[in-house]
């Protein structure tokens, strides 16, 4: 079974702290995404990577950066938390399919629900 | 971009009924249409998905069924049980795109 998992469930930070989210997958995906989802906003792509030190800005990419060195581990970083980047976040991981070339489903993790204070 | 558009944005059903939830998108390039699940406290996990050469496709009691022309697609659930009751995402994605463009959501209730 593919699994991606996040580094925390819960995280409760103070304004202007620096906050790493941590995302790894097993699947040897090329695709990494982080999102974050809000009531009624749906899921907002922040970032993606399409490969090791690859990234594209998503539709809200301000106040976020990413880092993603090894393959299976993308990291979303809160240069300087404020409250209203209090969310869920969500990291998924999604590969090609080797056939059809193809990209294929996204698989989630379980989600970090950041409180910033 | 991509937009769609995900209607109603909650949908309450007696156990046993049929639920259909209905996506519109904008980009007649979309060519990949998934459904995700997400149930309280965890992340959105994919249930169907179909492509642009297929009108409809099944698996047990959830289908989805796409219509290129009118450019939306819709989730049918027969003979809902409890356990269906959570929030679904349609999604779209455009040939040769990584990125998927999300609905909002839509929160289904059934009532046992």
């Known amino acids: 079974d593919v699994k991606v998992t996040q580094s925390s469930r819960y995280l409760v930070k103070r304004t202007g702290e620096k906050v790493f989210l941590e995302c790894v997958q097993d699947?040897?995906?090329?695709?990494m995404f982080w999102y974050r989802q809000d009531p009624g906003l749906g899921l907002r792509l922040i970032y993606f990577s399409y490969d090791v030190k690859m990234k594209e800005k998503g539709d809200i990419p301000e106040g976020y950066s990413v880092s993603r060195e090894k393959k299976e581990r993308f990291s979303l970083i809160l240069e300087s938390a404020s409250t209203n980047q209090t969310s869920m976040y969500l990291c998924?991981?999604?590969?090609?399919?080797?056939?059809?070339?193809?990209?294929?489903?996204?698989?989630f993790g379980p989600g970090t629900r950041l409180t910033v204070l | 971009g991509e937009n769609v558009e995900q209607h109603p944005s909650t949908l309450s059903v007696q156990e046993g009924d049929s639920a259909v939830i209905k996506c519109t998108y904008s980009?007649?390039?979309?060519?990949?249409f998934p459904w995700y699940k997400q149930e309280l406290g965890k992340g959105p996990q994919l249930i169907i998905d179909?492509?642009?050469?297929?009108g409809e496709k099944k698996d047990q009691r959830i289908a989805v069924t796409l219509n290129k022309t009118a450019k939306h697609f819709s989730l049918h659930i027969t003979e809902t049980q409890p356990e269906d009751s959570a929030v679904y995402f349609c999604?779209?994605?455009?040939?040769?795109?990584?990125?998927?463009?999300f609905g909002k959501g839509n929160q289904v209730v059934v009532i046992p």
């Open positions: 999604a779209a994605r455009i040939y040769g795109n990584n990125r998927l463009a």
């Open positions: 179909i492509r642009s050469n297929v």
């Open positions: 998924a991981s999604g590969g090609i399919d080797g056939t059809s070339r193809n990209y294929n489903e996204q698989f």
């Open positions: 699947m040897d995906h090329e695709n």
């Open positions: 980009d007649s390039a979309s060519n990949y």
